[in-house]
């Protein structure tokens, strides 16, 4: 019985810590970061009507994407903070 209560809460904390917030990012560092993406666009790209992004997976997707294009790329912790940046600023998908 116990062992079974110890799985369950093992469990519970996977499940918590795979759980996609934007809050594992730090946007305000993401603020700073995201000066080198404004080489090719300015934030306009990222409020209606030109954003195409719906979706938090999607933001993500796009940023890591872009970053190919960076030299030197970004770390994933920083990948985290951007989108945690654009979402707080622009998007708002995460709630
Ligand atoms: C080489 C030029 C270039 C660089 C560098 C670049 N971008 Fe972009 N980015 C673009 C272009 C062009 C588009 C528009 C693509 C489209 O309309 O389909 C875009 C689109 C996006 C979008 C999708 C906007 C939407 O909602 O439709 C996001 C998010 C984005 N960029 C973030 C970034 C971030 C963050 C960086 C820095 C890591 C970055 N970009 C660096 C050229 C660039």
Redesign the pocket.
């Known amino acids: 019985m116990k062992r079974c209560i110890l799985l369950f809460a093992v469990a519970a904390s996977t499940m918590l810590a795979s759980t996609p917030l934007s809050a594992a990012g730090d946007p305000g560092k993401g603020e700073q970061l ?1 000066r ?2 404004l ?3 300015g934030t306009e ?2 409020v209606p009507p ?4 719906k979706t938090l997976s999607a ?1 993500r997707k ?2 890591a994407e ?2 190919d ?2 030299n030197p790329k ?1 770390t994933k912790r920083e990948i985290d903070d ?1 989108v945690a940046y ?1 979402d707080r600023d622009f998007y708002h998908l995460a709630r």
């Open positions: 995201h080198a993406c080489g090719c666009h790209l990222y030109r954003a195409k992004v933001l796009a940023v872009w970053n294009r960076m970004f951007l654009l």
